[in-house]
Structure formats: C-alpha cells, structure tokens
C-alpha cells in the first residue's frame, strides 16, 4: 500500500492566526487531506499550498518556522492542543480532533504562528553561553574531561533554543524578567567545561540579579516540557549551591576569583 496516498479522510484544524506584530489574533478553520505519518508541518504545508478555509473561503497562507524537520534546530516550537512541542515531530495520528495550533504566549507574535525568540537569545548573552577563546591563533586541543562529567554535559548541549521550556513555564512571561530554565541549563553547561570555567564567576554573578535563579518557582513543567528531556531543575539546583558559595567569595573580597 502507498502510505503517502489520499485515504479519504479530512484532518480538521484550527489556527490562531495574526496578521501583524502587536496585532488581533483571530481563529480560522481549515480542513486538510490525511496521509499515512503526517506530522502538523505536513498539514501546515498542504494548507500553504491551497489557503482556503473550511468554509471555501480563501485566505492568506499561514506563516510559521521551520528548518531542519528532524527535532534539531527547535524553530518550529508551537502550541499544539495546548501544549507547548515541536510540530515537526508532533504526528497527527497522536492528536485529537480539531488540532489547535497556537504561537507560543512567551514570545511576541511576528505573525501567525511565528515569534520572536530574542529574549531567549538575549539571555544566552547576558550569561555569556559560550567557552571564550582566543581564536587569532591555533590553541592546540584543549583540556579533556573526565568521561563520567563529559557524558552528562552532553545532556545538556542537547538544548536547541526551540523555547518550550520558557513557554511551559509559569515564571516566564511578557511582565516577568525571569530568563527562563534554558539559559540557567546552559550555566551550568559551560561553567563546567574546562575553559569555559575562565569566567565562571562572571555567569554566576549575571543569574544572582533581577530576573535571574532567585525568579525560578520550582514548578518543575520544563522538565516535563523539555522535548529533549534535559534535567533542567537539576541544573537549576546546581546552580543555587554554586551561587550561595559565590555569594559568599564576592563578600569576603580579593581572593573570591580563586578556587
């Protein structure tokens, strides 16, 4: 049997449509041709080519991200039936009828089912999520890890940037500072590289202010959430005894930088 092939049935779905950033948002109905291992993309994409709703009216194709389709990059991060996942690897068969598709709360609205994830790429910024060195000139290899460290480290380099944790997470919001689960995961990801440790304080120091560790609740939904199933709290319970002993080194003075 083809599994690509038409089998007669009509998918139905309902998307929350908006037109411009800052604008109305608005629910339109559609009804889509079901094929064998559809995922929502596939839907998106069979409404992209023929926009007319399920009324026979036609509208405006509908916008979203979208880039490597294999759960990797994260830009196609929505709201599917009211919970926060990536459509590329959410399957119509695992759904209920009418799928619900939503942008994510936490972010602006560019359009349609687009945001704008800058807040998320601003955190990553203000905690400085890289190792920094000098690349003027060949380092050489760096320093190993022991493997039992560069095993678990490597949970947490799974992290895509896709935002479902901050959109599953009741701390994070438009009125809120709090940077979210994600960036504090990835303190704790290069404050324990060997090199990225060079300005471990400097981190640890940007998440110990406003909207920092102290806005986490400890709701534990991006965990649940996390499509890559990184240990997100348990970061973020490394992360408060790191802090607490960094708080005091900042208190006792010059010697605060040493280990």
Same mark, same amino acid.
């Given at each position: 049997m083809d599994?690509?092939?038409?089998?007669?049935?009509? %998918?139905? /779905?309902?998307? !929350?449509?908006?037109?411009?950033? =800052? =604008?109305?948002?608005y629910w339109q109905k559609f009804e889509v041709p079901y094929?064998?291992?559809?995922?929502?993309?596939s839907v998106l994409m069979e409404i992209q080519k023929n926009p007319v709703m399920s009324n026979g009216e036609k509208t405006t194709p509908v916008a979203w @991200?979208?880039?490597? !389709?294999?759960? %990797?990059? =994260?830009?196609?991060?929505?709201v599917?039936?009211?919970?926060?996942?990536?459509s590329c690897s959410t399957l119509i @068969?695992? !759904?209920?009828?009418?799928?619900?598709?939503?942008?994510?709360?936490?972010?602006?609205?560019?359009?349609? !089912?687009?945001?704008?994830? @800058?807040?998320?790429?601003?955190?990553?910024?203000?905690?400085?999520?890289? /190792?920094?060195?000098?690349?003027?000139?060949?380092?050489?290899?760096?320093?190993?890890m022991p493997e039992g460290k560069r095993q678990w480290a490597y949970e947490l380099s799974k992290c895509m940037t896709c935002g479902v944790c901050m959109e599953a997470c009741p701390n994070v919001s438009e009125k809120a500072s709090f940077i979210g689960p994600a960036p504090l995961s990835q303190v704790r990801l290069f404050n324990t590289?060997?090199?990225?440790?060079?300005?471990? @304080?400097?981190?640890?120091n940007a998440i110990m202010g406003d909207g920092g560790l102290a806005?986490?609740?400890?709701?534990?939904?991006? /965990?649940?959430?996390?499509?890559?199933?990184?240990?997100?709290?348990?970061?973020?319970?490394?992360?408060?005894r790191a802090t607490t002993v960094q708080m005091f080194r900042n208190f006792f003075g010059s010697d605060h930088f040493v280990d």
């Open positions: 599994i690509a092939a038409n089998t007669g049935r009509m %998918v139905k /779905v309902e998307i !929350l449509r908006q037109d411009t950033q =800052g =604008g109305n948002g094929r064998h291992g559809m995922n929502v993309i @991200d979208m880039n490597c !389709l294999e759960e %990797v990059c =994260g830009a196609c991060s929505m599917i039936n009211g919970r926060p996942r990536q @068969d695992q !759904l209920t009828e009418p799928v619900r598709l939503e942008p994510m709360k936490t972010f602006p609205v560019i359009r349609d !089912l687009q945001v704008d994830r @800058d807040r998320m790429f601003n955190a990553l910024k203000k905690v400085k999520a890289w /190792v920094p060195i000098d690349g003027t000139y060949d380092l050489g290899e760096g320093p190993r590289h060997p090199t990225g440790a060079m300005i471990k @304080d400097e981190r640890l806005n986490c609740g400890n709701s534990q939904n991006c /965990v649940a959430a996390c499509p890559k199933g990184i240990p997100l709290t348990t970061s973020i319970a490394s992360l408060n």
